[in-house]
């Protein structure tokens, strides 16, 4: 009885052996798995090797791996009956480009990171704010440090200068506006080609 067990699975196990040879007959892949950086390049005939029998055209892969979008996505090789799956991640290690500026507060005011911001270039939403907790607490020259991270982890780090006064001084600049001529009954718009622009208050108006 023992002989005719342990004869069975000798049997099931040649069986089994015989079975991934001709399966790998016809093709193989290289891996099972793969990462690659997002905005990378994908060729699925890259992780692919066939028998000397076959071309990778024989080979049906269906795939919609897309390298401009972060996540998990699944190739499939088909010749006749015989498919293997490639599992493929596409990951953002990029950190963001971020261009900062310096700003001009009054003493007081609790400024946020983003007023320190030009421009953030990412894939993906992220987090702005400052390295520690500034005080701000006296007139000067702040050096701060500022991270801005995305939804993967990345981050970036940069410095900039928050200049602190103790009051304001200096009145908003208006600029475009000129004399101008224009026929009865036309339209006219006063606010037209007309900038306000203030080292304080980004918000200043004009009546």
């Given amino acids: 009885m023992l002989q005719k067990k342990i004869l069975f699975w000798i049997m099931m196990a040649i069986g089994a052996f015989i079975g991934w040879k001709i399966q790998n007959m016809y093709f193989t892949l290289d891996q099972l798995r793969v990462s690659i950086d997002i905005h990378e390049t994908f060729d699925p005939l890259v992780y692919l090797h066939v028998g000397p029998t076959l071309s990778k055209k024989d080979i049906e892969i269906h795939h919609e791996v897309d390298t401009d979008v972060p996540g998990a996505y699944i190739v499939s090789y088909q010749y006749h009956h015989i498919q293997k799956q490639l599992y493929v991640y596409v990951e953002d290690h990029q950190p963001p480009k971020v261009i900062l500026k310096e700003i001009n507060i009054l003493l007081g005011e609790c400024p946020v990171a983003s007023q320190c911001i030009v421009s953030i270039e990412d894939d993906s939403p992220v987090t702005v704010k400052f390295a520690q907790a500034y005080t701000f607490h006296q007139s000067g020259d702040w050096q701060v440090e500022i991270i801005v991270r995305d939804r993967y982890g990345n981050l970036t780090r940069q410095k900039t200068i928050i200049h602190v ?34 080292d304080f208050d980004s918000h200043a108006t004009y009546t």
């Fill in 165 to 198: 006064f103790d009051e304001d001084t200096q009145a908003p600049i208006l600029s475009g506006i000129e004399d101008k001529i224009i026929l009865e009954g036309d339209a006219f718009d006063l606010n037209k080609d007309v900038i306000i622009t203030d």
